[in-house]
């Protein structure tokens, strides 16, 4: 890759929020690193080659450690420096907690939780280093109820939260930024690889991934904290969730997966 322009990092984008984030970096001047477990991710590297910088695609399955080992390294080869990196991939799925096999619940954990936690590891301690970077974390609004029917996705989006909102003090008087950019139901293909198309959230009006990814990405540029996005409806779920008891979001979660 070309040493004269910035390099960001975008993992999940072989569709959805994602690649919308990789078509804004690429649109705005930098070489793209792009990761996902599909090999769907070398066609949109493609797409995404018709502007002046380069992409490099890399499947991963950041489940497994030495796939986030590996991501970070040939991102990071000839001592490239990534500027600003979306770590954006999740996944999640419905129904009750004790019906739901062990294995689908620790490979959420191990993709929304250890993945995301492992490769900010790497990440911020080069960008603390130079004392410049930018992050963007894609939380929920699920990240703010207790997800009944959900259990295990919105615990995960909850730490991605918590956590993303502890960097920010931590590296408060750095020149590095951390924003959590917050969905309300999205057009992506969250819902079929959870197996929840026939439940209400998943047939219910979903906002457009491009418009998310917009707002996280003007959000992300700004260094704003955080960003619930897009439709006035998710931003409404926003609002209702900093004051309903949990409880009642509880109640909520569990009429909307069932």
Excluded: W
Aim: hydrophobic share 40%; net charge neutral.
């Amino acid at each position: 890759m070309a040493q004269g322009r910035p390099l960001a990092l975008v993992t999940g984008a072989s569709s959805g929020i994602g690649f919308e984030l990789a078509k804004l970096f690429a649109d705005d001047g930098y070489d793209l690193v792009i990761a996902a477990d599909d090999d769907a991710i070398h066609a949109c590297a493609e797409k995404l080659r018709s502007g002046a910088g380069e992409v490099r695609a890399v499947q991963a399955d950041l489940r497994k450690p030495q796939d986030v080992d590996r991501l970070y390294r040939s991102a990071t080869e000839n001592g490239r420096r990534i500027e600003l990196a979306a770590l954006n991939a999740g996944t999640g799925g419905g129904g009750r907690f004790v019906d739901r096999g062990l294995e689908e619940d620790m490979n959420t954990i191990d993709l929304n939780v250890r993945s995301t936690t492992h490769l900010a590891k790497f990440v911020l301690q080069d960008m603390v280093s130079a004392n410049s970077g930018k992050v963007l974390f894609t939380s929920s609004v699920a990240s703010m109820m207790p997800g009944s029917l959900q259990t295990v996705y919105n615990a995960t989006k909850s730490y991605v939260q918590s956590f993303a909102e502890a960097l920010q003090d931590e590296l408060r008087d750095t020149d590095v930024t951390i924003t959590s950019l917050m969905p309300g139901p999205t057009e992506t293909n969250f819902f079929r690889r959870a197996g929840m198309l026939d439940t209400l959230v998943g047939r219910m009006p979903k906002d457009d991934p491009g418009k998310v990814a917009k707002q996280g990405y003007e959000a992300l540029k700004r260094g704003d904290k955080k960003v619930v996005a897009s439709s006035p409806l998710s931003k409404a779920m926003g609002v209702m969730n900093r004051v309903m008891p949990d409880s009642v979001k509880a109640v909520s979660s569990r009429l909307i997966s069932k």
